[in-house]
């Protein structure tokens, strides 16, 4: 019997689908603290028209304005894909305590590929890095995605 998945990760995964369903890469992300979800969100680039409209970037903003504060100390960002520069930069200016990914990202990501980013002197704060959470579920989902576009 397969290890159920966290419920921050599986609501991830569904707003990745969702996201998908309106045309979007399937990328769900959503920040805990104390236990509790306080922001979601999945890409929106299309949608909005926005470069920036990152599933981890609206999460981080929405998360910001749920407790009144720029700072998400404590917070734990839960993703379905191996977050960006863009995004990891974000997280590193957030406090973000702790990133549970899914799947790796060989090509954009920039946490354990590309620049890895918290690696770098430059970056003030490294949160605690998690992957492979429901990576099988979130990299089928990825695949089926791009399938139907190549």
């Known amino acids: 019997m397969p290890f159920p998945l966290p419920l921050a990760m599986r609501r991830a ?18 920040i805990v603290r104390d ?12 949608a909005d028209h926005d470069p920036t409209a990152h599933a981890e970037i609206l999460a981080i903003r929405r998360a910001a304005a749920a407790i009144g504060d720029s700072r998400l100390d404590g917070c734990e960002l839960w993703v379905t894909l191996e977050p960006c520069a ?7 200016l957030a406090r973000i305590a702790r990133l549970y990914y899914a799947a790796p990202d060989p090509k954009g990501g920039a946490v354990d590929h590309g620049p890895r980013l918290f690696t770098q002197p430059t970056c003030h704060h490294r949160p605690d890095v998690y992957a492979g959470i429901g990576e099988a579920e979130a990299g089928a989902m990825l695949r089926r995605f791009f399938v139907g576009r190549r």
């Open 86 to 92: 863009m995004c990891a930069g974000a997280i590193a």
């Open 35 to 46: 236990g509790a979800i306080i922001a979601t969100s999945a890409n929106a680039m299309r």
């Open 13 to 30: 995964l569904d707003l990745g689908l969702a996201a998908a369903e309106r045309g979007e890469v399937p990328v769900g992300a959503v």
